[in-house]
């Protein structure tokens, strides 16, 4: 099993920036990706970035990409998504991922409530 705790969500005004941050606890040493979800009153889960557990891959949407910029801690298990130049539509819970083999993982999630 593993835990994942976000934290850093709140509310901002357009062209801010927020960081959030997902601690992992558990079996991390199975840890093979961390993602962000987010999700938008009445609309889909959409995927808003990964990270590789070990290397340097990384993926972003293409709505984020030049704004959000996802990293990690591996000696904290944390990963991180900074997220600047927000918009109204950013708005969402945000949710953190962590992929295992044969498995994954959710966070309680956090809301970004961006202001235009």
């Known amino acids: 099993q593993v835990q994942l705790v976000e934290s850093g969500g709140g509310s901002v005004q357009a062209g801010g920036s927020l960081r959030l941050s997902c601690a992992a606890s558990?079996?991390?040493?199975?840890?093979?990706?961390m993602r962000w979800f987010r999700q938008a009153p009445g609309k889909e889960r959409e995927i808003v970035a990964r990270?590789?557990?070990?290397?340097?891959?990384?993926y972003y949407a293409d709505s984020v990409k030049g704004r959000f910029t996802i990293s990690r801690d591996n000696a904290k298990n944390t990963v991180y998504l900074q997220m600047n130049s927000l918009k109204p539509e950013d708005t969402a819970v945000y949710y953190c991922?962590?992929?295992?083999?044969?498995?994954?993982?959710w966070g309680q999630g956090t809301q970004v409530t961006v202001s235009s």
């Open positions: 558990g079996r991390t040493f199975r840890l093979f990706a």
């Open positions: 991922n962590a992929a295992v083999v044969g498995a994954e993982y």
């Open positions: 990270i590789m557990w070990s290397g340097d891959s990384t």
